[in-house]
């Protein structure tokens, strides 16, 4: 909440010195006097825009966080759905190890084929199986973030999603909450 507090404050601050510095501009303009004072005025409008574009710059890297963020979580959903759907359509094998062997599913294509999907990388690890002599009964699926300040996502065959709201998968495998 603080961050959002100095955005705000510096989004306001920005379009408080982008129109006092354009009306301070427009006064000397009508002054006869029009080649002295516009230094300050001119500083008030580069720092004015320039605050403006910092606050639009974070407030988009926000949004398009929270679309990574929500981008993962579907596709750890749709994951798990596909885990069971291969481990029902091959009894003798159960869970697999593999993104590719995965049903083939539109919404998961991208994190099937090479295991990266809008900002996160999915891995599937911790299958148990016996060599191959007994079905696999178990899988961890991560979504680890490939960018800095968006979270971390795991689960297993349960199908409960866990997170780490520091991008830490092994923070989130070890005692992530629920989401």
Same mark, same amino acid.
């Not at 601050?13 to 002295?36: C, E, P, T, V, Y």
């Not at 606050?55 to 988009?60: L, N, Q, W």
């Not at 900002?119 to 911790?126: P, Q, V």
């Not at 973030?145 to 689960?155: D, M, N, V």
């Given at each position: 909440?603080?961050?959002?507090? !100095? $955005?705000?404050?510096?989004? *306001?601050?920005?379009?408080? &010195?982008?129109?006092?510095?354009?009306?301070? #501009?427009?006064?000397?303009?009508?002054?006869?006097?029009?080649?002295?004072?516009?230094?300050?005025?001119?500083? !008030? $409008?580069?720092?004015?825009? *320039?605050?403006?574009?910092? &606050?639009?710059?974070?407030?988009?890297?926000? #949004?398009?966080?929270?679309g990574y963020v929500d981008s993962a979580i579907g596709s750890m959903r749709?994951?798990?759905?596909?885990?069971?759907?291969?481990?029902?359509?091959?009894?003798?094998?159960?869970?697999?190890?593999?993104?590719?062997?995965?049903?083939?599913?539109p919404p998961i294509g991208s994190p099937a084929k090479n295991g990266q999907?809008?900002?996160?990388?999915?891995?599937?690890?911790?299958?148990?199986g016996n060599s191959g002599q007994e079905p696999n009964p178990g899988y961890?699926?991560?979504?680890?973030?490939?960018?800095?300040?968006?979270?971390?996502?795991?689960?297993?065959?349960?199908?409960?999603?866990?997170?780490?709201?520091?991008?830490?998968?092994?923070?989130?495998?070890?005692?992530?909450?629920?989401?």
């Open positions: 909440m603080h961050s959002f507090g !100095l $955005l705000l404050f510096l989004l *306001l601050a920005s379009i408080a &010195s982008i129109l006092f510095g354009h009306d301070w #501009l427009s006064k000397i303009r009508r002054n006869a006097d029009r080649s002295r004072r516009k230094g300050f005025p001119r500083a !008030l $409008l580069v720092v004015g825009y *320039l605050g403006l574009a910092i &606050s639009v710059t974070t407030v988009f890297q926000g #949004l398009l966080g929270l749709t994951l798990v759905d596909a885990e069971a759907k291969f481990a029902k359509a091959h009894p003798s094998l159960g869970y697999t190890c593999v993104l590719s062997e995965l049903p083939p599913d999907r809008n900002g996160y990388s999915f891995e599937i690890t911790g299958c148990r961890t699926l991560t979504a680890r973030p490939l960018h800095k300040g968006i979270p971390a996502f795991c689960t297993d065959q349960s199908g409960i999603l866990r997170s780490d709201e520091n991008g830490s998968v092994e923070k989130c495998l070890k005692n992530g909450p629920a989401l």
